[in-house]
Each structure stands twice: as C-alpha cells, then as structure tokens.
C-alpha cells in the first residue's frame, strides 16, 4: 500500500476518540471499503490504560473488511513503540497512531513492516 486513504468524518471521530480517553491509550480495527478506511470498532471488554491499550481480537466477528488497526499515544510522540511494531508485524495492514494533542498533524500511518506511510484525507 503506498499511501492510507480515510474519510473526513473517520478521521474527525478518531480524533474525538482520543481526545475523550486521555490520559488513557484508546484502540480500535479499521474497516476498509473500495480502498477507504470508513468506519472504526472497538473490540469487547478492552483495556485503556495510561501506557498500553489491550484488546482480544478474538472477541471480534470474523470482518474481511477489517484491514488495519488505530491507537492513541497520550503523549506527543506519534512513533510506534517496540510492542506496537511487534502488534504489527503480526496483526498485518494499516496502522494509525494518533499522538497528543490529538490534531490531524499528530496522526501517523504505517504498514505492517513499521514504514511510515503517507495519508490520505478523502470527503
């Protein structure tokens, strides 16, 4: 994938999300559809804690069109973490780091490999 392609509302809504958890860490899957993340689910019974967000992706529907993950850093590095590359080496997709203070600035894209990828904001 060369670049990450999200709706307008996806991206204002995640940034909501974040925004309301902090201090805490928030976690979700992204949907896809025709090339454009649309739509975020929160899995079941998750963790938000202050350092680390933990869900069982086992709680959640078999969904094709899950194809990438979001989590929010409550500080102002946007960078993944150890434990956030090794998370996306075996979750695989796209993965969106929204870091403080939760502006679209703040929101980083990478693959599955940890390589930043550039995004996309489509109406």
């Not at 899957?29 to 938000?48: K, M, N, S, T, Y």
């Not at 929204?98 to 600035?105: D, N, Q």
Request: no cysteine.
């Amino acid at each position: 994938m060369e670049r990450v392609r999200i709706r307008r509302e996806l991206m204002d809504y995640l940034l909501e999300l974040a925004r309301d958890f902090y201090p805490n860490e928030f976690a979700g899957f992204l949907r896809e559809r025709d090339g454009v993340f649309e739509e975020v689910l929160i899995a079941p019974d998750p963790h938000f804690g202050r350092g680390s967000a933990f869900f069982n992706p086992w709680m959640l529907p078999h969904d094709e069109s899950v194809k990438g993950t979001v989590h929010s850093h409550p500080g102002p590095n946007p960078r993944p973490s150890g434990a956030d590359l090794s998370f996306f080496s075996k979750f695989g997709g796209v993965h969106l780091i929204i870091a403080y203070p939760f502006v679209e600035e703040s929101v980083r894209a990478y693959g599955s490999d940890g390589r930043e990828l550039p995004i996309e904001i489509v109406d």
